[in-house]
């Protein structure tokens, strides 16, 4: 039970040994899930960015050999639930649990008062198991730290903790067509901003998905100093060797690494030669 933002190693680890243990028991493995966040729901006034919406979210769980995904929202009623009600109308009642696995973190019910010991003390009949904290290079995988990674632009990390790429969809939109006048013609993806959190500023080696096939790209994240004088942060993908028009279609953006701040060129000159070394950079990269 969780909001399992990330769907990443520490989560993994989680998931999989529940699917073990109902192999082993031969019965069904369930992960119960949010479709909206708790800390937006107790906070109204924040806004508590996803590594993964909902359908990403899904998609990553889809993936893997769960029976089942029950996703719930999180309103005045769960909010309000107190473990023993959570787990006697819920999780016996309804799904006739049996055996529970428990992340390091992993609480449920009002005030988050459920949790391990909690089972293990009221309810003798059900089997609790508590998974250590898990660890990469010694450091502890949390979506926390996950979204500082990807806040401060350190994808390549963010990416091993996930145990997946970082990305982002939306659908292709006009915008200035001043990447076609240079010769960088770029798709302007339209995206929720109060729904992902986005990697700090700067241009990103990525690979864009458009219609189920991959395609080498750079993409600049920013306010495009160089050519506008705006706080509106955009995010746009030069494809390589790519010349199709895209406008309006869906395509996602995967983050492989950060090439660079964002910088002001004072001359077009001087930002058409730094994207031509952007791109020779994207290129090698894409070849190692």
Do not use: C, W
Not at 53 to 67: C, H, V, Y
Not at 117 to 122: D, F, Q, R, T, W
Not at 131 to 154: C, L
Not at 220 to 230: A, F, H, R
């Amino acid at each position: 039970i969780g909001m399992f933002d990330g769907v990443h190693l520490g989560h993994t680890s989680v998931i999989n040994r529940v699917i073990e243990i109902a192999k082993e028991k031969n019965i069904k493995s369930i992960i119960i899930t949010f479709s909206n966040s708790p800390v937006s729901y107790f906070s109204k006034d924040i806004i508590d960015l996803q590594i993964t919406n909902s359908k990403e979210k899904i998609a990553l769980f889809r993936k893997t050999q769960l029976d089942y995904l029950f996703v719930i929202e999180f309103n005045e009623y769960i909010a309000n639930l107190i473990p023993s009600t959570f787990m006697n109308d819920i999780l016996i009642s309804l799904f006739k649990v049996s055996y529970m696995v428990f992340g390091y973190d992993n609480h449920f019910g009002k005030n988050r008062e459920g949790t391990f010991k909690y089972i293990i003390e009221n309810f003798k009949d059900i089997k609790a198991e508590l998974i250590i904290a898990s660890k990469k290079d010694k450091i502890t995988i949390s979506s926390t730290f996950i979204k500082e990674e990807i806040v401060n632009g350190h994808i390549i990390n963010a990416n091993k903790l996930l145990g997946h790429p970082y990305k982002i969809s939306g659908i292709v939109v006009k915008g200035m067509q001043l990447g076609r006048k240079l010769g960088f013609p770029t798709a302007n993806m339209a995206y929720d901003n109060t729904e992902k959190i986005l990697p700090k500023n700067g241009v990103y080696y990525t690979i864009t998905k458009i219609k189920g096939k991959e395609y080498v790209s750079i993409t600049n994240i920013g306010i495009k100093p160089s050519v506008q004088e705006s706080n509106v942060v955009s995010v746009e993908t030069h494809i390589l060797d790519y010349n199709q028009s895209i406008y309006d279609q869906h395509i996602t953006i995967i983050f492989i690494d950060r090439i660079r701040d964002e910088k002001k060129f004072n001359h077009l000159n001087d930002l058409i030669d730094q994207i031509s070394k952007d791109i020779e950079i994207v290129r090698s990269l894409n070849s190692l």
